[in-house]
């Protein structure tokens, strides 16, 4: 479990230091205040991308930690130990994440440097993440069989993707072989000249991109260059944008103390200008940035067009010639140092297959047995989130054609209403009913988890009242099995956390920071009654307060 998180200079958090217990903590603040930061934090010590806007603004860099409690025995302690990673002491673990203004990272493990690459993969056994947009991807097909495959015991998925990669390479050298034997001559010829061509050019995988994006930058880099000068002087000049705002805030602040009601207009402002200024900095130093190099550009320029002409000349997309060149290749390999009969490799065309064939079949009796249990679970939640009468199927049929993923085609089915036939979730479930479902099947998963900590990132937007407790208590189990965090705008679910957590945005002169408070009993109350009932607290909403903790014990 996650037990301590420290970070300085992220985003507009300077210094936090926020210990975590077992149970449900709810995360809680005003919109807009940040609470999605600390999700964001913990993302990164797992291995997200870094990006340097996420430096607070005026530091060098940005200083995150955690320190996660492993059990006695578990796959995080086996790889740390894998890795030679582990800790003095083997019940916890340190990570470390450095990001810099220049958009650089450095990560460590127990106090040792390690590739982001291992962050994440060790994060996979520590921490889970449910977005608040991940309702929305149940709609998608691939994600949809990538969900119920999650469900799965042992590894057939994988066991299927490596059949089929076998037959696949099995069926391809067979098709090579025999157009190689209809016509060697001829053929050898032509590759020879094709490979050579491509040789010439020595393709590498993903650097076609890359060239396009450096040689669009280049190509336009006097034109973006004028465009942020300009826009940097028209807000620093002495007759700028941040000047005549200044002298429009000097007016102000003086009449402020003859008549008090102007002081909201003066607080927008002031943050006004505190933006104005953060974006001057920013196109300056963009501008900064800005490389013209001609010399480079023609080089770029060059070695596109030869990326063009050779995709044009073999009908496939730039993107794709360094794979075409491996395959070519490989072809004549095979032709100039001989190799398997056409015979031979008939026979491993017909093993691979049928050994596909058994691990797809084995899949899909794995998948039907998962969802008849997972449709009868979610359609038991639904019923308790305010569904009455609908109902949940995971529908199963065979693929138009042999796949990685084995010869099933996978769509989630919904009745929202009782009498009507399931249909395509994406075709009949509302926005709400969409929430509620998603939030079904994702707690319905996290069951499943052998992960410690679970996180959940509003997950329950799009519903209310009753149905907002249900979540809660639901939540709440969850908790009694797993740490969970959940971050969240509704006091019913707020109030069926074990602890609450709230994220406080102040300003002063220097910017906006965040703090994260836990709160005790009284303090709860408070800030349920403000979810309850908005900044103006009143008896009634205290009392609501008092009661929704009172009802979850």
């Given at each position: 479990?996650?037990?301590?998180?420290?970070?300085?200079?992220?985003?507009?958090?300077?210094?936090?230091?926020?210990?975590?217990?077992t149970g449900l903590s709810a995360l809680t603040g005003e919109t807009g205040a940040g609470k999605s930061i600390l999700i964001d934090v913990i993302g990164q010590l797992l291995g997200d991308r870094a990006d340097a806007g996420m430096v607070r603004e005026g530091a060098e860099q940005a200083d995150l930690s955690a320190e996660f409690a492993l059990p006695d025995e578990g796959p995080a302690t086996?790889?740390?130990?894998?890795?030679?990673?582990?800790?003095?002491?083997?019940?916890?673990?340190?990570?470390?994440?450095?990001?810099?203004?220049?958009?650089?990272?450095?990560?460590?493990?127990?106090?040792?440097?390690?590739?982001?690459?291992?962050?994440?993969?060790?994060?996979?056994?520590?921490?889970?993440?449910?977005?608040?947009?991940?309702?929305?991807?149940?709609?998608?097909?691939?994600?949809?069989?990538?969900?119920?495959d999650g469900f799965l015991e042992g590894h057939p998925v994988a066991t299927v993707r490596d059949a089929y990669r076998a037959w696949r390479e099995a069926a391809r050298a067979l098709e090579q072989a025999?157009?190689?034997?209809?016509?060697?001559?001829?053929?050898?010829?032509?590759?020879?000249?094709?490979?050579?061509?491509?040789?010439?050019?020595?393709?590498?995988?993903?650097?076609?991109?890359?060239?396009?994006?450096?040689?669009?930058?280049?190509?336009?880099?006097?034109?973006?260059?004028?465009?942020?000068?300009?826009?940097?002087?028209?807000?620093?000049?002495?007759?700028?944008?941040?000047?005549?705002?200044?002298?429009?805030?000097?007016?102000?602040?003086?009449?402020?103390?003859?008549?008090?009601?102007?002081?909201?207009?003066?607080?927008?402002?002031?943050?006004?200008?505190?933006?104005?200024?953060?974006?001057?900095?920013?196109?300056?130093?963009?501008?900064?940035?800005?490389?013209?190099?001609?010399?480079?550009?023609?080089?770029?320029?060059?070695?596109?067009?030869?990326?063009?002409?050779?995709?044009?000349?073999?009908?496939?997309?730039?993107?794709?010639?360094?794979?075409?060149?491996?395959?070519?290749?490989?072809?004549?390999?095979?032709?100039?140092?001989?190799?398997?009969?056409?015979?031979?490799?008939?026979?491993?065309?017909?093993?691979?297959?049928?050994?596909?064939?058994?691990?797809?079949?084995?899949?899909?009796?794995?998948?039907?047995?998962?969802?008849?249990?997972?449709?009868?679970?979610?359609?038991?939640?639904?019923?308790?989130?305010?569904?009455?009468?609908?109902?949940?199927?995971?529908?199963?049929?065979?693929?138009?054609?042999?796949?990685?993923?084995?010869?099933?085609?996978?769509?989630?089915?919904?009745?929202?209403?009782?009498?009507?036939?399931?249909?395509?979730?994406?075709?009949?479930?509302?926005?709400?009913?969409?929430?509620?479902?998603?939030?079904?099947?994702?707690?319905?998963?996290?069951?499943?988890?052998?992960?410690?900590?679970?996180?959940?990132?509003?997950?329950?937007?799009?519903?209310?009242?009753?149905?907002?407790?249900?979540?809660?208590?639901?939540?709440?189990?969850?908790?009694?099995?797993?740490?969970?965090?959940?971050?969240?705008?509704?006091?019913?679910?707020?109030?069926?956390?074990?602890?609450?957590?709230?994220?406080?945005?102040?300003?002063?002169?220097?910017?906006?920071?965040?703090?994260?408070?836990?709160?005790?009993?009284?303090?709860?109350?408070?800030?349920?009654?403000?979810?309850?009932?908005?900044?103006?607290?009143?008896?009634?909403?205290?009392?609501?307060?008092?009661?929704?903790?009172?009802?979850?014990?």
């Open positions: 479990m996650l037990r301590l998180i420290s970070i300085h200079d992220f985003a507009i958090i300077d210094q936090l230091e926020l210990e975590l217990d086996a790889w740390l130990a894998e890795q030679e990673l582990g800790a003095d002491e083997d019940d916890h673990v340190l990570l470390r994440r450095v990001l810099t203004r220049q958009g650089k990272s450095r990560a460590w493990i127990n106090g040792r440097p390690v590739a982001v690459g291992q962050l994440r993969t060790l994060g996979e056994w520590l921490v889970d993440i449910h977005g608040q947009h991940a309702h929305q991807q149940l709609l998608q097909r691939d994600t949809q069989r990538h969900w119920l025999r157009e190689a034997q209809a016509d060697t001559s001829d053929r050898l010829d032509l590759l020879r000249f094709q490979t050579g061509e491509l040789a010439e050019l020595a393709p590498v995988a993903d650097e076609y991109p890359r060239l396009l994006s450096e040689q669009n930058q280049l190509a336009h880099g006097t034109e973006v260059l004028t465009a942020l000068q300009t826009a940097s002087q028209q807000i620093e000049d002495d007759s700028g944008l941040d000047t005549q705002l200044s002298q429009v805030l000097h007016a102000l602040q003086d009449a402020v103390q003859h008549d008090e009601r102007i002081q909201p207009a003066v607080e927008l402002l002031e943050s006004a200008r505190i933006q104005i200024d953060e974006a001057g900095d920013t196109l300056r130093r963009l501008a900064d940035s800005v490389e013209l190099d001609p010399e480079r550009l023609a080089e770029l320029d060059t070695r596109v067009s030869e990326y063009l002409r050779l995709a044009r000349k073999h009908h496939v997309d730039p993107e794709t010639l360094p794979g075409l060149y491996d395959e070519l290749q490989a072809e004549l390999d095979a032709l100039e140092n001989g190799g398997q009969t056409v015979e031979a490799l008939e026979a491993r065309e017909q093993e691979t297959r049928s050994a596909f064939d058994t691990a797809a079949t084995a899949l899909t009796q794995a998948r039907q047995h998962a969802a008849e249990h997972i449709g009868q679970a979610v359609t038991d939640t639904m019923q308790e989130l305010g569904m009455a009468g609908g109902h949940f199927e995971i529908g199963i049929e065979p693929a138009d054609k042999p796949q990685a993923h084995g010869l099933d085609q996978i769509e989630f089915r919904v009745a929202a209403n009782p009498g009507s036939a399931p249909q395509p979730m994406a075709k009949v479930a509302s926005g709400g009913e969409l929430s509620r479902i998603g939030l079904a099947l994702q707690v319905l998963a996290s069951q499943q988890q052998t992960v410690p900590t679970l996180i959940f990132d509003e997950v329950d937007s799009g519903i209310s009242g009753a149905v907002a407790e249900v979540v809660g208590r639901k939540l709440r189990t969850l908790g009694e099995r797993h740490q969970v965090l959940c971050v969240t705008h509704l006091a019913q679910v707020a109030a069926q956390a074990h602890h609450q957590l709230e994220v406080q945005k102040t300003h002063a002169e220097n910017g906006t920071r965040t703090a994260i408070q836990p709160l005790d009993d009284e303090h709860r109350v408070e800030a349920l009654a403000r979810l309850i009932g908005g900044s103006q607290l009143t008896e009634t909403t205290r009392t609501h307060a008092r009661e929704l903790l009172a009802a979850a014990g």
